[in-house]
T-cell receptor
Framework: NAGVIQTPRHKVTGKGQEATLWCEPI?????VFWYRQTIVQGLEFLTY????????DSGMPKERFSAQMPNQSHSTLKIQSTQPQDSAVYLC?????????????FGEGSKLTVL | GDSVTQTEGQVALSEEDFLTIHCNYS??????LFWYVQYPGEGPQLLFR?????EKGSSRGFEATYDKGTTSFHLRKASVQESDSAVYYC?????????????FGKGTLLTVTP
């Protein structure tokens, strides 16, 4: 079985540009999570979907970040007007519905560099 | 809100040394606790979990015991190997209602030299 697929693996943008990151969860998994990873902060929760519906976006910076899950096979994280402090590895994870076991399956991440 | 504190940011050991990484948590409910491990270039992966007081989780020689009294879940291994070099994350899920998100600590970079 394929794992969680994230594209692109690396993205470099100029300050003020838009960046869109893609995630394909594991087939059959109905929960999708986005996390941001930096050396200073570690793994920070951003947002979470279940059955394509947004459940919790408490970690999302409100003004420039948005996430969608238009169908069960992919989710996107969009960052508008990128700033250098947005530079991080963005990790997507999926899990099975009803499995409150905490086993999230992570992708390899998308490394965003904002110059 | 919920939080996880890992005391050590970096740990450097030699092979066959004993490992302890301290993890303390703060949560309003009765959380499930986890250890995740992340190797270079990969996403984090579950090492093991524990959901009840005094429950021991273990995998690959690593173990941790859920201690509700001290709100701790310290990771230990009796004899580390070079292949254990990775970043280790302690995490919790309060599972309240239908929200199963995980809250992670800041991670501990373990470097093991032969």
């Amino acid at each position: 079985n394929a794992g969680v697929i994230q594209t692109p693996r690396h993205k470099v943008t100029g300050k003020g540009q838009e960046a869109t990151l893609w995630c394909e969860p594991i087939s059959g998994h109905s929960a999708v999570f986005w996390y941001r990873q930096t050396i200073v902060q570690g793994l920070e929760f951003l947002t979470y979907f279940r059955n394509q519906a947004p459940i919790d976006d408490s970690g999302m910076p409100k003004e420039r970040f948005s996430a969608q899950m238009p169908n069960q096979s992919h989710s996107t994280l969009k960052i508008q007007s990128t700033q250098p402090q947005d530079s991080a590895v963005y990790l997507c994870a999926s899990s099975r519905q009803g499995a409150n076991t905490g086993q999230l399956y992570f992708g390899e991440g998308s490394k965003l560099t904002v110059l | 809100g919920d939080s996880v504190t890992q005391t050590e940011g970096q740990v450097a050991l030699s092979e066959e040394d004993f490992l302890t990484i301290h993890c303390n948590y703060s949560a309003s409910g009765y959380p499930t606790l986890f250890w995740y491990v992340q190797y270079p270039g990969e996403g984090p992966q579950l090492l093991f979990r524990a959901s009840r007081d005094k429950e021991k989780g273990s995998s690959r020689g690593f173990e941790a015991t859920y201690d509700k009294g001290t709100t701790s879940f310290h990771l230990r291994k009796a004899s580390v190997q070079e292949s254990d070099s990775a970043v280790y994350y302690c995490a919790l899920s309060d599972g309240g209602g239908s929200n199963y998100k995980l809250t992670f600590g800041k991670g501990t970079l373990l470097t093991v030299t032969p």
